[in-house]
């Protein structure tokens, strides 16, 4: 996955990613469009400049995610 410029891989670098990116500022995530495989949401949390927009874009291959990028809307 890649997010702030920077590439997670793998089960421990994702776990740590959501830990510090997600759970520690308690981030809520409000999605406001979906099309395609591109999630458009609105994130709030214990981070200063919030809410902020987000696009989450997936590959999926046999139903499961094997790609995400998040990029700033």
Same mark, same amino acid.
């Given at each position: 996955? #890649?997010?702030?410029? &920077?590439?997670w *891989? /793998? @089960? *421990? @670098? $994702? #776990? @740590?990613?959501?830990?510090?990116?997600? $759970?520690? +500022? &308690?981030?809520?995530? !409000? +999605? !406001? =469009?979906?099309?395609?495989? #591109?999630?458009?949401? =609105?994130?709030?949390?214990?981070?200063? /400049? /919030? +809410?902020? =927009?987000?696009?989450?874009v997936?590959d999926? &291959?046999?139903?499961?995610? !094997?790609?995400?990028?998040?990029? +700033?809307?």
């Amino acid at each position: 996955m #890649r997010d702030d410029g &920077k590439t997670w *891989a /793998g @089960e *421990a @670098e $994702i #776990r @740590e990613w959501i830990q510090g990116h997600l $759970i520690n +500022p &308690k981030v809520v995530l !409000t +999605p !406001t =469009s979906f099309a395609d495989d #591109r999630l458009v949401a =609105s994130g709030d949390g214990d981070f200063p /400049g /919030g +809410p902020l =927009s987000f696009a989450l874009v997936f590959d999926i &291959k046999d139903d499961q995610v !094997t790609d995400l990028t998040i990029e +700033p809307v």
